[in-house]
């Protein structure tokens, strides 16, 4: 069956890889490729549209990003969007310059042209999402303005014969109220697709082409308890079974519990019929990073420890057919000006995995899908909320929130404190959407304890302590290259303070950490 492909140029823009999943949304497929991409393997796809990203350039400069104006004649509808709808216009013939007021942020638009196509159910006047400094000044011949805002004449233009258009503003971002309509009417009205793609045949097709591929070979899978390797391992479980052997290396710097709780869903009483290894390796870690109190030294050793481990337990099963790797589309399309080289994700970020593992082939069956996509996969495949909803964690664990030396005992006390702060933080959350039926505005995407350095006296049950300060973090973030500290509220807080301080002992203090990123970073070494 001929699935119907929309596809996305890359032009460098920030919210690219929005834009596909919007795209997906619509029931749609689509895949992002750089602009860079021969436009011969663009008419060999044969897609049913083609959208041009934003991109940080002036598109009439000397050696910005461009395209052949073949793109344009193919007969497939394009979409401009930003810097894509400024080069399609400057690429036709029309003009692009610096603008006399650069726009950004929420600005209100007015609807100039019909409301047949890319504007069909589009009021007269709509905020959409503005980022530019540079603006069309004049429209490519054919084409009609359709859209206008105070400060930007053409905020849109459209050749409505050859089905191309050209928008400023960013649909694909949530604060343009009428985005998703406009990217609606695009993809699967003026592009005509039938919308079949769902995510929901994805793992019905996944496991048949795993167990294609496969056939009667072994699978070797690090299984690391994160969401992308875990709803890995259930899909080769459904698909294969006893074929797949899992290593999770509980390297004694995962948050608290959670060596168990993968335990639990994996090994012997859980719900799959798999081979599963647990190596229980904290000793050697804690061994190995003693007395090291470097950052970029703990996060090496933790990594060539990884390797090793995973070697020896890879030796004890000799040679696999496949090493199965959780590489999800983000890791595949780079951000920036990516979409060509692909970058093999490996298990806790240490690179290298493959050269140490005797195999014949790497499988990535979650190769195209986006974040949300691999989670919505692991709850049809039946992995229970907690652990598809789990936080970003690093590779490295708790060993870089540790600031300084890590040993047994300053991991049990960060353990406990994040537990607690999470334990919290997710019950105010929760009263929060039941009493207001919605979500919190101050609600973090990511939040966690870590334990400083500094040892300071306090005073408890009238005896002094000589005790650990933790330091609780909360950021909001879309996508984790910049960060703003949540706005937690305080009586949240005080209640986080009183039982970390209570029920942690080691710990006399709680910090919070309300560095925004830059200057600072999410994670704190
Ligand atoms: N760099 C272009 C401008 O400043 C396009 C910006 C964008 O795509 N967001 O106008």
Request: contains cysteine; negative net charge; aromatic residues 10%.
């Amino acid at each position: 069956m001929e699935q119907d492909l929309v596809l996305v140029i890359d032009f460098g823009g920030q919210y690219n890889q929005l834009v596909a999943r919007r795209v997906r949304e619509c029931n749609v497929y689509c895949e992002i490729y750089s602009y860079k991409i021969d436009i011969e393997k663009i008419k060999a796809m044969n897609p049913k549209g083609i959208i041009l990203t934003g991109g940080p350039n002036s598109c009439y400069e000397e050696g910005a990003p461009t395209y052949s104006k073949e793109l344009f004649e193919l007969g497939i509808p394009v979409l401009g969007l930003c810097y894509g709808a400024q080069l399609m216009n400057l690429i036709l013939g029309g003009k692009v310059e610096c603008a006399p007021v650069r726009e950004y942020g929420k600005i209100e638009t007015f609807i100039d042209g019909s409301k047949d196509a890319l504007f069909a159910g589009i009021p007269d006047s709509t905020i959409v999402w503005m980022s530019h400094n540079d603006y069309i000044s004049q429209a490519a011949p054919g084409f009609e303005i359709i859209a206008h805002t105070a400060d930007c004449p053409v905020a849109a233009a459209a050749n409505e014969e050859k089905k191309l258009y050209s928008i400023q503003f960013h649909p694909e971002v949530l604060h343009t109220v009428m985005g998703k309509e406009i990217l609606y009417n695009f993809v699967r009205n003026i592009c005509q697709t039938s919308g079949s793609w769902k995510m929901d045949s994805f793992v019905e097709n996944a496991i048949k082409d795993i167990r294609a591929k496969v056939g009667d070979g072994k699978v070797l899978l690090a299984l690391s308890g994160g969401v992308d390797s875990s709803v890995l391992a259930a899909l080769l479980a459904k698909a294969i079974g006893k074929q797949l052997t899992c290593v999770f290396v509980d390297h004694g710097l995962l948050r608290k519990n959670e060596g168990d709780e993968v335990e639990e869903i994996f090994g012997k009483s859980g719900r799959f019929d798999i081979n599963f290894v647990r190596v229980n390796a904290q000793e050697r870690y804690y061994a190995k990073l003693a007395g090291v109190e470097e950052p970029e030294r703990k996060r090496k050793i933790i990594g060539e420890e990884f390797i090793r481990v995973f070697e020896e337990e890879a030796k004890k099963i000799g040679t696999v057919d496949f090493l199965a790797q959780g590489t999800i589309y983000p890791d595949v399309v780079e951000s920036g000006l990516g979409g060509e080289s692909a970058v093999i994700k490996s298990h806790h970020n240490v690179g290298g995995l493959p050269d140490y593992v005797d195999f014949k082939e790497i499988i990535e069956p979650l190769r195209n899908l986006f974040k949300d996509e691999v989670r919505k996969a692991g709850l049809e495949l039946g992995l229970p909320e907690f652990l598809v909803f789990r936080q970003p964690f690093p590779g490295p664990g708790l060993g870089i929130r540790i600031i300084g030396e890590v040993t047994a005992e300053k991991v049990k006390l960060v353990q406990d404190a994040d537990y607690i702060y999470r334990e919290e933080i997710d019950k105010a959350l929760a009263e929060y959407k039941k009493e207001h039926g919605t979500d919190a505005p101050w609600m973090p995407n990511q939040y966690f304890a870590a334990l400083s350095n500094m040892r300071s006296v306090g005073v408890m049950g009238d005896e002094r302590t000589y005790d650990y300060a933790a330091v609780v973090r909360a950021v909001r973030t879309i996508d984790f290259m910049t960060a703003e500290c949540a706005e937690i509220p305080f009586n949240v807080l005080m209640t986080v303070m009183n039982r970390i301080i209570n029920e942690v002992q080691g710990i006399n203090r709680v910090l919070f950490d309300m560095t925004s990123k830059p200057p600072g970073t999410i994670e704190l070494e």
